[in-house]
């Protein structure tokens, strides 16, 4: 059932909603968390759609905001959907109310229950300061969602990252790296390099690098491959190479040294998949938070132009490892150290990137990220 | 130092795995299943779909294989058809042509009976093989989907072939379903002949309720929250009421269900299960071990009262209307004799000898064809000891219940008294629900599922062992001794509640069934 109201305020809508739930019979309400979804008239509808279909395993009240002009006079224009395994507004804002869309958004929060927010496409460079945004403990990005400037947009989201930031490129990347991860459990060598192959724009392979890289303190290339996605990732062994090839987006080939060669459905997947991962935690993501710390370092050193000139000094620093990685465990930061010099840690992955991001950069050094793995 | 001797001695942690990444899901190890029995309900509706769902959801191990084993003049394709139909119709997850390609490469099958030596050869080879071509590294499961008067056939053949014995650094495991036995002597004579063949840490023992979500969810609102705990033992708790109910009669499965009867079916296995886990101390940690020392000591300090003609009800249903459906009796279903005294409701109390529960008993009930078909654990507690109101006042209000709705409907529903609106005190029970989200949802896995990953990967929280097993018949022997000496079930109308005498065993300590 939906019901419209015009020139409304939050607290015309939350008795609305209360009316609602009364005359539905059942005063009680399930709802676990508010997804807050910033969203404009192109993508409303296939956004609420997911968020709505997410809210059946995590059920929520859904607001949607619609920023609309900000020219005229201040005006808010609800729409509520009432039933199914939550309840959803749509919020359409105009005049200068589209500066101040926390006023609504406040009163129509759950009470005493977690806040999340998703810009299903444009997001702001600093979610945890947009005023929606600091409503949150979650707030959900989506690079990839970008049409153009993509690798741009989840650089400026990693310098700009607070605890409780994600983005679903992140998300994306889930089952590669169990893959992966299932792929050394199997066969547990050193890995002494690395290559990630995907399309040329594509945020998803630049965290798997800057993971991979972080968490094997060796430089991973980055290849340009058609896509779609992510197409192969391998790693060098002693005994040769672990690798997982995945030409068509759907299923992969899965090759570890000593065993047959086996096929793995490694499907990508629909954006309520990736929403209903995103909620089933809520807490900040230590290991995003590592991922994306790296992936500014490679930047840095690679010499991208930074997103702000203002980065955060953490980020870009090559400080000793303690002081660089106060959230690293002992055991990783020490294999670090082994592995590397503290003043070259740094340096490495970063030189191997120069040679994956652009291989037509003319005084690229002769393959760095074999020398960089020799010298280990 | 170098790395290697460190490797040497204990095996480097995994660089990609990190504890505070728990995003990554679990994924078994290389494996393959065997299954016995693939023509079986058991096989077609449960163990074939979680499959196809558990490798759609990416959780199975590339080159997972799987392999039937039936008495069928079948080939591999067969085979496949089978399994193919089977996801169709009982996957939860949409069917997914990438994820079946994936699947069905490692399909293989087996035709043999069960007492065929040549057939279990070529399971041997058939293994080898998948170990070769498909990577299973030598980790078998073998599902024994069959009735349990086959397992000690099968069992023999695989340790005559050398099936049950892995090869340095592999395992092999058994999977059983219930039941577990008919009574603690056949128990344990079904376990000898499991564990002469394959260690306790390699059986799994399949209690699909202990899979469910609601069920592990009991552990969750008991331990991990402050105010259900200090009121969870005899000074606020009167009674436990443990249901499980379906609306369906015995349908098609006279062969297994005559003779067996309701207690042995579900009291001795689901709810003894539920009760150990409603009545159990904190475990000192969430691992298999701790959690099954806390189950056991709850289960040997089960004491059934005296006077069992008093303290428990059976039932058989006869004809009568079901949800508008009008539906012959127990006697008149197919393949039962009309002398059966097979019972299809069964009620007993129990008391825990425990300082927390002492004088608290707990009331267990299952049965087919009642009301509706539901599973669910009340805590009812005591009245309060002072009402500070007029007795009229509180005439309407029952006593406080936590209720843990196990199925359908998951949640956990809270009643208490609240007070009617208008002008006089007047209190009344009302009813907070909390439903359980994504029931029904792709994302939320199903309890078979659970219990096979839990398999492949070696986890065993979930799965009782032995001694639980003989525990719950322990104490249900002497009912069911007791019963078949002593005249038969009574009949109870299809689709009611049970038998008059569920109702007086109650009536008896001042109680009610509560109406689930």
Redesign the interface.
């Known amino acids: 059932m939906t019901i419209e109201l015009t020139s409304t305020n939050a607290s015309a809508i939350a008795a609305a909603l209360l009316a609602e739930r009364r005359k539905a019979g059942s005063p009680?309400m399930?709802m676990?968390m508010t997804l807050l979804v910033v969203t404009d008239e192109g993508d409303h509808y296939d956004a609420l759609k997911v968020a709505k279909s997410v809210s059946?395993?995590?059920?929520s009240r859904i607001l949607g905001v619609i920023k609309r002009s900000a020219r005229g006079a201040a005006n808010l224009d609800a729409e509520l959907t009432i039933g199914g395994?939550g309840e959803s507004v749509l919020l359409r804002m105009t005049g200068e109310l589209t500066r101040h869309p926390e006023s609504v958004v406040l009163p129509l929060l759950l009470p005493d229950s977690p806040v999340v927010v998703w810009w299903p496409r444009k997001a702001p460079d600093d979610p945890a300061a947009d005023p929606l945004g600091a409503l949150a403990q979650r707030r959900i990005t989506d690079a990839a969602a970008m049409e153009r400037g993509r690798t741009q947009a989840i650089l400026t989201q990693s310098r700009s990252y607070a605890d409780g930031n994600t983005d679903l490129s992140w998300?994306r990347i889930?089952?590669w790296?169990?893959?992966?991860?299932?792929a050394?459990?199997?066969y547990?060598a050193?890995?002494r390099g690395g290559v990630v192959a995907a399309e040329r724009s594509n945020p998803s392979a630049d965290l798997l690098v800057a993971w991979?890289t972080d968490?094997?303190?060796v430089a991973i290339e980055r290849e340009t491959s058609k896509g779609p996605g992510i197409t192969s990732v391998t790693l060098q062994t002693g005994g040769g190479p672990i690798e997982i090839a995945r030409p068509d987006g759907?299923?992969a080939e899965?090759t570890i040294p000593n065993?047959?060669n086996?096929?793995?459905?490694?499907?990508r997947r629909d954006l309520a998949?990736l929403l209903?991962?995103e909620l089933r935690?809520l807490d900040p993501?230590?290991?995003y938070a590592e991922t994306v710390k790296r992936l500014c370092k490679i930047a840095d050193a690679t010499g991208r132009t930074p997103a702000k000139p203002a980065a955060r000094p953490s980020s870009t620093g090559s400080d000793g490892p303690s002081v660089a990685d106060p959230k690293r465990?002992p055991?990783?930061a020490a294999?670090l150290a082994k592995a590397q010099k503290p003043s070259d840690r740094d340096a490495i992955p970063a030189r191997s990137t120069a040679t994956k991001a652009s291989a037509k950069r003319p005084g690229t050094k002769k393959t760095p990220a074999k020398k960089a793995a020799r010298s280990r | 130092m170098t790395t290697t001797e460190i490797a040497g001695r204990t095996p480097a942690p995994n660089p990609l795995r990190d504890e505070r990444d728990r995003r990554l899901p679990r994924i078994a190890g290389p494996c393959g299943m065997v299954i016995f029995g693939v023509t079986g309900d058991l096989s077609r509706k449960k163990v074939m779909p979680a499959i196809y769902d558990l490798a759609n959801r990416g959780l199975l191990p590339p080159g997972f294989a799987l392999v039937g084993f039936a008495r069928r003049d079948w080939a591999t394709q067969d085979f496949a058809k089978i399994v193919h139909d089977s996801v169709m119709e009982h996957a939860r997850t949409p069917f997914r042509e990438e994820v079946w390609n994936q699947l069905s490469r490692g399909f293989r099958f087996v035709p043999g009976d069960f007492s065929d030596d040549v057939a279990f050869d070529q399971l041997h080879d058939v293994i080898a093989e998948l170990d070769r071509e498909r990577g299973t590294a030598g980790n078998h499961a073998f599902y024994l989907a069959i009735p349990p008067r086959f397992f000690p056939d099968v069992i023999d053949q695989l340790k005559k072939h050398g099936l049950a014995d892995p090869v340095a650094g592999a395992w092999r495991r058994l999977v059983v379903e219930k039941p577990f036995g008919h009574d603690l002597a056949s128990a344990m004579e079904l376990n000898s002949v499991i564990s002469d063949v394959f260690p306790a840490e390699s059986v799994f023992r399949i209690d699909h309720y202990l899979g469910k979500e609601t069920v592990q969810n009991i552990l969750a609102l008991r331990f991990a929250n402050q105010f259900f705990e200090p009121v969870w033992n005899s000074n606020y708790v009167d009674h436990v009421q443990i249901t499980m109910a379906e609306d369906i009669g015995i349908g098609s499965r006279a062969g297994y269900y005559d003779g067996i009867g309701a207690a042995r079916d579900v009291i001795q296995n689901h709810l003894m299960q539920l009760m150990a886990l409603i009545a159990m101390e904190e475990p000192v940690s969430f691992d298999a071990q701790s959690l099954r020392m806390e189950k056991q000591k709850v289960l040997r300090s089960v004491r059934l009262p005296n006077r069992l003609d008093l303290t428990t009800s059976r039932g058989q249903y006869g004809p009568g209307w079901a949800g508008g459906v009008k539906v012959g009796g127990y006697l008149q279903e197919e393949d039962i004799p009309s002398t059966s005294t097979t019972d299809t409701f069964a009620a007993i109390k129990l008391e825990i000898d425990t300082r927390r529960w002492a004088g608290v008993p707990f009331y267990l009930r299952t049965g087919k064809r009642l009301g509706r078909r539901v599973t669910e654990v009340a805590v009812v507690f005591k009245r309060a000891p002072h009402l500070p109101f007029d007795k009229t006042a509180t005439e309407e209000l029952g006593e406080n219940a936590a209720v843990i709705r196990v199925q359908p409907d998951e949640g956990v529903t809270m009643r208490f008294g609240a007070k009617v609106p208008g002008t006089a005190m007047e209190i009344r029970d009302v009813n907070m629900d909390f439903a359980y989200g994504g029931t029904f949802v792709e994302s939320s896995p199903e309890a078979y599922e659970r219990l096979i990953l839990d398999v492949l990967l070696g986890d065993p929280p979930l799965f009782p062992q032995l001694e639980e097993v003989e525990l719950s018949w322990k104490v249900l022997d002497p009912v069911i001794e007791y019963w078949s000496s002593h005249g038969k079930p009574d009949t109870y109308p299809s689709g009611t509640w049970g038998p008059q005498s569920a109702v007086d065993m109650l009536a008896r300590d001042g109680r009610v069934w509560r109406r689930p």
């Open positions: 009680s399930g676990v059946r395993e995590h059920p395994s998300t889930t089952p790296r169990a893959l992966l991860a299932a050394l459990d199997q547990p050193r890995i991979l968490c094997l303190g759907l299923l899965f065993a047959p086996r096929p793995v459905a490694l499907k998949e209903a991962e935690r993501d230590d290991i465990s055991t990783s294999k």
